[in-house]
């Protein structure tokens, strides 16, 4: 049963036509994951880790210091910058974020936020986009709806599902239900199920 991450699952439900099947092909021949090649996993874990032990915002810069390849030393301050005005004057409180599977057609998708926080007392689960492309509302939609539809259970009640655009310090919640994205969803994967054995 293939199984992709989220991330990939939004880079193909947001390709058409070739560049759609080239994504798929892409995903399933690449050498399977290794940390040491995930370019932004220190940056990642960083986070997270000031966050589980209450740390102050001053922190975040602390990465900085943690790496010594130079495109992380280049591409991390904008990132820590996108972080530290995100954070502002915000409180937080840690909680543990949930990741479950979504299954359909034989394709599993990993949802796997990486923040769980109650701002100002607020629960959000947090997924970080780190990428330089711009994040279309497309991709919000998809990546809330999966996270609301696989982790709202697990969560607590009235937890918001949102999306944060590290570079550019924004975070992003749904507004209102897409009627038709669980279809939608269902034939990407039904898509990528009947594709993966021909790639």
């Known amino acids: ?29 690449r050498r399977p994951y290794q940390p040491a090649f995930d370019f932004y996993k220190p940056i990642r874990d960083h986070i997270t880790e000031i966050h ?8 975040v ?3 900085l210091r943690k790496v010594n390849d130079p495109k992380k030393l280049a591409g991390y301050p904008a990132l820590v910058d996108g972080y530290t005005r995100w954070w502002g004057r915000k409180s937080f409180t ?16 990993s949802v796997n936020p990486e923040l769980g926080l109650k701002i100002n007392g607020q629960p959000h689960l947090i997924k970080i986009y780190f990428k330089a492309d711009p994040l279309s509302k497309n ?4 990546i809330t709806h999966l996270m ?26 749904p507004t209102v239900p897409i009627a038709t994205l669980d279809a939608i969803l269902g034939a990407e994967l039904a898509y990528i199920a009947a594709l993966w054995s021909n790639v």
């Open 1 to 29: 049963m293939p199984k992709i991450s989220l991330t990939d699952f939004v880079d193909v439900v947001s390709a058409s036509g070739t560049p759609k099947a080239t994504k798929v092909s892409q995903i399933k021949n």
């Open 52 to 59: 589980q032990n209450n740390r102050p915002k001053v922190t």
């Open 61 to 63: 810069r602390d990465v």
């Open 94 to 109: 840690w909680f543990n974020p949930p990741d479950d599977l979504f299954s359909l057609h034989g394709v599993d998708v």
């Open 139 to 142: 991709k919000i939609d998809i």
């Open 148 to 173: 609301e539809t696989c982790l709202s259970g697990q969560c607590p009640s009235g937890t918001i599902m949102s999306v944060l655009d590290l570079r550019r310090a924004r975070q992003f919640s």
